[in-house]
């Protein structure tokens, strides 16, 4: 019985497995034009470290932020956050005012392991 235990232990352990999620097909098809990165966390989060090239737009202000930049709405944009989260609510935000290429790319970790990968 002890056996058994251990080993539905191991499977429950197993399948809780936090792995840092991979980065969608298409995004990094996206990344790989010239697109705007956007990193939808806070300030503070941003100066802690950030993907290469991104700038920083809060995601209560993605719109307002990316019109002050005049993007076009056809441009492609990567947005992401810490989880994919905020960067979610962002490209819904954007999608609703017509930028049909933005992308969400999930979470920075990610992101950034999906970047140093050869």
């Not at 235990?5 to 969608?24: E, F, Y």
């Not at 298409?26 to 966390?41: F, H, K, Y």
């Not at 290469?52 to 056809?74: E, F, K, T």
């Amino acid at each position: 019985m002890k056996t058994i235990t251990i080993c539905l232990l191991a499977a429950c352990l197993a399948a809780c497995d936090t792995a840092t999620p991979q980065v969608d097909e298409s995004v990094l098809a996206v990344l790989a034009e010239p697109a705007l990165i956007v990193d939808v966390r806070t300030p503070e989060e941003f100066a802690t470290g950030h993907y290469p090239g991104a700038i920083n737009i809060p995601h209560d202000g993605i719109v307002d932020g990316i019109r002050q930049l005049s993007i076009a709405d056809s441009h492609p944009i990567v947005l992401y956050c810490r989880t994919g989260n905020r960067s979610g609510q962002a490209e819904q935000a954007l999608a609703a005012e017509g930028f049909s290429a933005a992308v969400n790319a999930g979470g920075l970790a990610a992101l950034l392991q999906a970047y140093e990968a050869p």
